[in-house]
Every structure is written in structure tokens, then in C-alpha cells.
């Protein structure tokens, strides 16, 4: 059966939506990633949309979802990368890891529309490397747990 990864924030519209679709892309089919809210504001931003287009990653699908539709299943790895979502998460069923990695929220940028779309990219890429670095580190214990 593939592991779960659970990426948590608090609205579940924006940084842990730029943090599964970065993830997905980064450790391939072996692995279930999805994201969720302890309060879902009910919609994918449209600016996390658009900046994840730019490097190549669609997220226009992706819903806003409450974590606790995963309380009955299997989750192995929770990622909170916000601090709301940190203090409010529950224990899942099968976690055996959890990591925090807390980032700006680029939804409460203020400025000229170019302005808001730079905080947008700034986290984005802040997610890509952390994210990046997460996924090599799976991947190659993946490897050496097969060998």
C-alpha cells in the first residue's frame, strides 16, 4: 500500500495546496499526497493556482478539504506548514511521522497586484526547496529500504 502524506494548514487554500502539488510532482505515483484544513476556507486560491502554473504544476483541481475527513484512513507523514494547523492537528491512523515547516501566508499580501504575485512566487519556491529536499530524502531511503 503507497504512504500517505497529509499536508495541513489552517484554510486550506493556499500554501499546503503549493506544497501537495510540488510534493506529488516530486516523489511520483508511489506515494498518496493530499492536503487539508483544520478550518477549509472552501476554495483554492486563485493566485496559488496561477503561480504553480508558472513553474508547470496544474492545482486547478484541487479542493478545499477539513482534515478530518482523514481520521479514518491511513495516514503515515502529517506536514503542518502553518503554525494554527501545528496546534490544532490530530493524531491519525498508522502516522508514523510529523513534521512542521511553517511558511508565510501569501494570501494576506497586500500591495499592487504584481506585489501580491511576487509574495505568491517567494513562498511558492520557499515550499519547491524544502519540499524538494523532503522528497530526495524519501526517495532515497525508499532506495536503500529496497536494496
Not at 475527513?69 to 501545528?86: K, M, P, R, Y
Request: glycine content about 8%; overall charge negative; charged content about 20%.
Amino acid at each position: 500500500m503507497k504512504p500517505t502524506i497529509l499536508i495541513l494548514c489552517t484554510g486550506n487554500s493556499c500554501r499546503s495546496h503549493l506544497a501537495e502539488g510540488i510534493l506529488r510532482r516530486a516523489l511520483g505515483a508511489e506515494y498518496n499526497v493530499a492536503s487539508a484544513g483544520s478550518k477549509p476556507a472552501g476554495y483554492v486560491h486563485p493566485l496559488g493556482i496561477k503561480a504553480m502554473a508558472e513553474i508547470g504544476i496544474d492545482i486547478s483541481a484541487h479542493t478545499s478539504k477539513h482534515m478530518d475527513e482523514f481520521l479514518t484512513q491511513n495516514v503515515e507523514t502529517v506536514i503542518t506548514v502553518c503554525g494554527n494547523a501545528d496546534q490544532a492537528c490530530p493524531m491519525f491512523p498508522g502516522q508514523l511521522n510529523r513534521h512542521h515547516w511553517g511558511f508565510d501566508d501569501p494570501a494576506h499580501a497586500t500591495g499592487t497586484e504584481e506585489e501580491i504575485m511576487n509574495v505568491f512566487r517567494r513562498v511558492r519556491d520557499e515550499i519547491k526547496r524544502v519540499f524538494d529536499a523532503y522528497a530526495a530524502g524519501r526517495l532515497d531511503q525508499a532506495k536503500l529500504s529496497a536494496a
